[in-house]
């Protein structure tokens, strides 16, 4: 069963428009951790934001802020004030519990987010 | 610079050939991992290493070979492969306590 799931596999927003980029997940462990990550055309992946499952706050880092749901199993990542370089891949990912020291990073399929001007 | 590197950022290589991929990070961390990305399919992860015994491998064909020689360097050993090995392989790195990982930029292989 897929673990990550990201219903859209493409959207566009117009540049200095909000775009939010769903995510869904499913897990029966009460500690786990939810991030975003960025890959531009060049490949490499870059670290968004990071949300915990014991935060009660929604997490928030300069444009990106995640809409996170727990009970629906959500966390939706806002982006404010889109710009032509946000035009990337945009992966959604799950860590389970922990691996004494280690991580496993489950990724979802991906969004490809297209800014137009 | 991402503060890890993989080299070489792309490879083409015959069916009969054997290559590696390297990958390398100066942040400390004790843990590192491969992952492949093909085309329209999520990542996935293949190894891991946590202070450079492995300690994950997902079912992945003994025509990959993974070597962690210390904390600091990863290297994917590569013979025989199939064309639909073609992918971009992706090392990261994480330290132990910390939630997220640190992405190399990727070796985009071409299997011919």
């Known amino acids: 069963a897929q673990k990550i799931t990201q219903t859209q596999p493409g959207m566009f927003v117009q540049e200095k428009e909000a775009v939010t980029l769903d995510c869904t997940y499913d897990t029966s462990d009460q500690s786990y951790g939810l991030f975003w990550y960025k890959q531009p055309s060049s490949g490499e992946m870059i670290f968004l934001i990071y949300?915990?499952?014991?935060?009660?706050q929604n997490a928030t880092e300069g444009r990106y802020s995640l809409n996170f749901q727990k009970a629906r199993k959500s966390t939706n990542l806002v982006i404010s004030a889109s710009q032509l370089g946000d035009s990337a891949m945009y992966f959604c990912a799950m860590r389970e519990g922990f691996s004494g020291g280690y991580n496993k990073l489950i990724f979802g399929a991906g969004t490809r987010l297209a800014v137009h001007p | 610079e991402t503060g890890v590197t993989q080299t070489p950022r792309h490879l083409v290589m015959g069916m009969t050939n054997k290559k590696s991929l390297k990958c390398e990070q100066h942040l400390g961390h004790n843990a590192m991992y491969w992952y492949k990305q093909s085309a329209k399919k999520p990542l996935e992860l293949m190894f891991v290493?946590?202070?450079?015994?492995?300690?994950e491998n997902n079912s992945v064909p003994s025509r990959f070979s993974p070597e962690c020689p210390n904390s600091s360097h990863l290297f994917l050993h590569l013979h025989t492969l199939q064309p639909e090995d073609s992918a971009l392989y992706l090392c990261?790195?994480?330290?132990?306590?910390?939630?997220?990982?640190?992405f190399g930029s990727g070796t985009r292989l071409t299997v011919v």
């Open positions: 290493y946590n202070f450079k015994e492995q300690t």
């Open positions: 949300q915990g499952s014991y935060d009660e």
């Open positions: 990261a790195s994480s330290h132990q306590g910390d939630d997220g990982y640190t």
